[in-house]
């Protein structure tokens, strides 16, 4: 049955009737929304809207933000990339910020939206802009999370997930009244009944154009493919257990949706149906109580302790509670002090959503015994058939860095006690985390060969503008930093031999001098390997754990940083499987992006800048004046396939696209049994 745009948008119209409010908005519209949990998103927006733009703020993120690329290892690459990411990344960011800072806006929104999606069209998860007066301070949701299913035909269909209304009513059980209610006459009362429905269109349009139009600006991922799958509903291991990922259309960052409506072809039904739901805007966590447009800006908007760098070696440092550094409530990894991060470097993905906290539905989460080992966001398990053992790992980070690292050794260890001969690892949404931790688990898998000592991960790269190279001078001729806390300190580092360099080595001179794209460039020499001995809690096993052969990489393609790191270096070097999970038929999916090969931010540079005593350069990023964060790449792999060229524009194509039937659908013990049966029996 197809429907005309007219039948189909006066059909809309009748699904609304009872959902429709009486506007009683405030002459503050902030006032509006002030100190209650839920609200319609257009009163969010009618409050971000009425706060104007203030030149000095604007003119204040701008300089920062350039200033602060001067260190990201991307910015000249990103202006057209190379291929296979040509058609996805071509963004001049530098040029971009030159427009917005001449464009005038209606507020302080209207330039929020601009800034942080002109960052986003780098596809770069480490490259990101995050306000947090704006970015998930209220979160739009709906309770129809969807997911892409195939057909028992072969046929792909976008369905509203088995597991909605469950979701839903443990999520949002003070809202599913306002949804119920909310329904066309007949379904009134029956969103439960919604659950599983095909979802033949969405807003009048073929499921895939939405689709397609969220991939074009929710950033993160270079591959298109990747940026489609998080439009649907997926899961993770966290810290906190076991998480539900509601996917980019029952879950946005910003209020800009106030309602979908579909066109549904109900489980056990014959006609389609048409049904409109609201959005709902859900406050913060992180949102400091506030009475009016003022409060708000006073309480929310403003920087905050962590939010700029800090001398290290100062009287005035102060110790920022790794939960309430700005940047920790949008890192996808369990947050870690910026002193552990100094102490152990990172690779993670930023995203302007926090790391979810909904509840996997009790009835997907594994019922399989936690071997021993699991800790936090790693959970090993044995399957039933009693030789396949599962590292079902959420992150690459924890709040003990060695404990960390020796319960992955345990965990394998535990695995092959019990009889485990083979092994699936599903990094599903696994934004990464500690470096050495990557590192460290390719050689415990593999065992001690000439692709994992001493180098299990890739050689790196820095960018070397004029302030960097300034950093590393004042630390050579003042010994600014005997307690080795800074990034630029030559003692940090080995080159390309895995020789360590010396206290007063310049080890970024002579600059490698480039033109990329066009733009001259510079970066440091090749940099070796940085997690032998000291980053390791051991030597290892002397021998490998698993044969590569038998182990596979899992995952829905949304494997970030040091997830890549991990998953590059088994594929390519050691021949290990990879399955992504879910994705559109027919459409290549890349089982990991964003490689990078260590993250930062604007706080850490800033750190780096105060303690070298150079905040006053003209070349250093002034303080933020907001609670904001930039994101970068501070240092880039070189390839596997291509030494001389990042791994970064390198192609990952899956071995194999699994397609997600209705019993695999979140369902992480189905997916992990039915990998085993196809590429491990």
């Given at each position: 049955m197809v429907f005309s745009p007219k039948v189909f948008a006066a059909l809309a119209s009748l699904s609304l009737v009872g959902a429709v409010t009486l506007d009683t908005r405030a002459p503050d519209p902030c006032a509006a929304i002030a100190g209650k949990k839920w609200v319609a998103p257009k009163d969010v927006r009618a409050c971000y809207s009425s706060i104007k733009v203030d030149p000095t703020l604007k003119a204040n993120i701008i300089d920062v933000v350039n200033k602060t690329l001067a260190f990201h290892t991307s910015t000249n690459y990103q202006i057209k990339a190379p291929p296979p990411f040509t058609a996805d990344v071509h963004e001049d960011v530098v040029a971009s910020l030159a427009r917005i800072k001449r464009q005038s806006y209606k507020s302080d929104y209207d330039l929020h939206i601009d800034l942080s999606r002109t960052l986003k069209r780098l596809n770069d998860g480490h490259c990101v802009w995050i306000n947090r007066c704006f970015d998930s301070a209220f979160v739009n949701y709906l309770p129809i999370p969807l997911a892409l299913v195939t057909e028992s035909d072969g046929s792909q269909n976008v369905h509203i997930a088995p597991e909605a209304f469950t979701v839903a009513s443990a999520e949002f059980p003070d809202q599913i009244k306002f949804w119920q209610d909310s329904l066309p006459f007949t379904l009134r009362g029956k969103l439960e009944s919604l659950s599983g429905a095909k979802v033949l269109l969405i807003d009048g349009r073929p499921p895939f154009d939405a689709v397609n139009e969220n991939a074009q600006i929710a950033g993160s991922y270079q591959a298109f493919t990747t940026r489609q799958n998080g439009f649907f509903s997926s899961y993770q291991t966290a810290a906190a257990g076991w998480t539900y990922i509601m996917g980019n259309f029952a879950q946005q960052a910003l209020p800009l949706s106030d309602q979908a409506t579909l066109l549904i072809q109900r489980v056990g039904h014959i006609l389609p149906e048409i049904v409109t739901l609201p959005?709902?805007?859900?406050?913060?966590?992180?949102?400091?109580?506030?009475?009016?447009?003022?409060?708000?800006?006073?309480?929310?908007?403003?920087?905050?302790?962590?939010?700029?760098?800090?001398?290290?070696?100062?009287?005035?440092?102060?110790?920022?509670?790794?939960?309430?550094?700005?940047?920790?409530?949008?890192?996808?990894?369990?947050?870690?002090?910026a002193q552990t991060e100094r102490k152990h470097p990172v690779d993670v993905i930023l995203d302007t959503s926090p790391l979810s906290d909904v509840v996997l539905p009790p009835i997907l989460v594994p019922s399989l015994p936690a071997a021993p080992g699991s800790r936090a966001a790693a959970q090993f398990y044995l399957l039933k058939d009693g030789k396949t053992g599962v590292l079902a790992l959420g992150s690459f980070s924890d709040s003990d860095y060695f404990a960390f690292l020796n319960s992955l050794l345990e965990g394998l260890i535990s695995l092959k006690a019990q009889g485990a001969t083979q092994l699936v690892i599903d990094v599903t949404n696994?934004?990464?985390?500690?470096?050495?931790?990557?590192?460290?688990?390719?050689?415990?898998?593999?065992?001690?060969?000439?692709?994992?000592?001493?180098?299990?991960?890739?050689?790196t790269e820095a960018r070397n503008g004029p302030l960097a190279q300034l950093i590393v001078k004042q630390i050579i001729n003042f010994g600014l930093d005997p307690d080795l806390q800074l990034l630029y300190n030559p003692l940090q580092w080995n080159d390309a031999n895995n020789q360590q360099f010396s206290a007063n080595e310049d080890w970024l001179q002579p600059p490698v001098k480039k033109i990329i794209n066009g733009h001259r460039d510079a970066f440091s020499q090749r940099l070796g390997q940085e997690c032998q001995p000291s980053g390791f809690p051991?030597?290892?096993?002397?021998?490998?754990?698993f044969d590569p052969k038998k182990v596979v990489i899992v995952s829905n393609g949304r494997c970030a940083s040091s997830c890549s790191l991990l998953s590059i270096t088994m594929s390519k070097h050691e021949g290990v499987k990879t399955v992504v999970v879910g994705g559109k038929k027919g459409s290549k999916q890349q089982y990991c992006g964003i490689v990078g090969g260590q993250s930062t931010d604007f706080s850490t540079i800033d750190t780096e800048i105060k303690t070298t005593h150079l905040k006053n350069h003209t070349l250093a990023p002034p303080d933020l004046l907001v609670n904001g964060v930039q994101g970068i790449t501070w240092r880039l792999g070189f390839g596997i396939t291509d030494p001389s060229q990042p791994e970064e524009w390198q192609d990952h194509p899956a071995d194999v696209n699994l397609p997600v039937t209705k019993d695999l659908v979140n369902h992480p013990v189905a997916i992990w049994e039915t990998v085993t049966r196809r590429f491990l029996a």
């Amino acid at each position: 049955m197809v429907f005309s745009p007219k039948v189909f948008a006066a059909l809309a119209s009748l699904s609304l009737v009872g959902a429709v409010t009486l506007d009683t908005r405030a002459p503050d519209p902030c006032a509006a929304i002030a100190g209650k949990k839920w609200v319609a998103p257009k009163d969010v927006r009618a409050c971000y809207s009425s706060i104007k733009v203030d030149p000095t703020l604007k003119a204040n993120i701008i300089d920062v933000v350039n200033k602060t690329l001067a260190f990201h290892t991307s910015t000249n690459y990103q202006i057209k990339a190379p291929p296979p990411f040509t058609a996805d990344v071509h963004e001049d960011v530098v040029a971009s910020l030159a427009r917005i800072k001449r464009q005038s806006y209606k507020s302080d929104y209207d330039l929020h939206i601009d800034l942080s999606r002109t960052l986003k069209r780098l596809n770069d998860g480490h490259c990101v802009w995050i306000n947090r007066c704006f970015d998930s301070a209220f979160v739009n949701y709906l309770p129809i999370p969807l997911a892409l299913v195939t057909e028992s035909d072969g046929s792909q269909n976008v369905h509203i997930a088995p597991e909605a209304f469950t979701v839903a009513s443990a999520e949002f059980p003070d809202q599913i009244k306002f949804w119920q209610d909310s329904l066309p006459f007949t379904l009134r009362g029956k969103l439960e009944s919604l659950s599983g429905a095909k979802v033949l269109l969405i807003d009048g349009r073929p499921p895939f154009d939405a689709v397609n139009e969220n991939a074009q600006i929710a950033g993160s991922y270079q591959a298109f493919t990747t940026r489609q799958n998080g439009f649907f509903s997926s899961y993770q291991t966290a810290a906190a257990g076991w998480t539900y990922i509601m996917g980019n259309f029952a879950q946005q960052a910003l209020p800009l949706s106030d309602q979908a409506t579909l066109l549904i072809q109900r489980v056990g039904h014959i006609l389609p149906e048409i049904v409109t739901l609201p959005y709902r805007s859900r406050i913060g966590s992180a949102i400091k109580p506030f009475t009016d447009a003022a409060s708000y800006l006073t309480n929310n908007c403003r920087a905050v302790a962590g939010t700029n760098g800090e001398d290290v070696y100062g009287f005035s440092t102060a110790s920022v509670d790794p939960e309430d550094r700005p940047i920790a409530k949008f890192q996808q990894q369990t947050p870690i002090s910026a002193q552990t991060e100094r102490k152990h470097p990172v690779d993670v993905i930023l995203d302007t959503s926090p790391l979810s906290d909904v509840v996997l539905p009790p009835i997907l989460v594994p019922s399989l015994p936690a071997a021993p080992g699991s800790r936090a966001a790693a959970q090993f398990y044995l399957l039933k058939d009693g030789k396949t053992g599962v590292l079902a790992l959420g992150s690459f980070s924890d709040s003990d860095y060695f404990a960390f690292l020796n319960s992955l050794l345990e965990g394998l260890i535990s695995l092959k006690a019990q009889g485990a001969t083979q092994l699936v690892i599903d990094v599903t949404n696994n934004g990464g985390g500690f470096i050495c931790a990557a590192h460290w688990l390719h050689r415990i898998i593999i065992g001690p060969k000439s692709t994992t000592v001493p180098q299990a991960g890739l050689d790196t790269e820095a960018r070397n503008g004029p302030l960097a190279q300034l950093i590393v001078k004042q630390i050579i001729n003042f010994g600014l930093d005997p307690d080795l806390q800074l990034l630029y300190n030559p003692l940090q580092w080995n080159d390309a031999n895995n020789q360590q360099f010396s206290a007063n080595e310049d080890w970024l001179q002579p600059p490698v001098k480039k033109i990329i794209n066009g733009h001259r460039d510079a970066f440091s020499q090749r940099l070796g390997q940085e997690c032998q001995p000291s980053g390791f809690p051991s030597e290892g096993p002397a021998t490998g754990l698993f044969d590569p052969k038998k182990v596979v990489i899992v995952s829905n393609g949304r494997c970030a940083s040091s997830c890549s790191l991990l998953s590059i270096t088994m594929s390519k070097h050691e021949g290990v499987k990879t399955v992504v999970v879910g994705g559109k038929k027919g459409s290549k999916q890349q089982y990991c992006g964003i490689v990078g090969g260590q993250s930062t931010d604007f706080s850490t540079i800033d750190t780096e800048i105060k303690t070298t005593h150079l905040k006053n350069h003209t070349l250093a990023p002034p303080d933020l004046l907001v609670n904001g964060v930039q994101g970068i790449t501070w240092r880039l792999g070189f390839g596997i396939t291509d030494p001389s060229q990042p791994e970064e524009w390198q192609d990952h194509p899956a071995d194999v696209n699994l397609p997600v039937t209705k019993d695999l659908v979140n369902h992480p013990v189905a997916i992990w049994e039915t990998v085993t049966r196809r590429f491990l029996a």
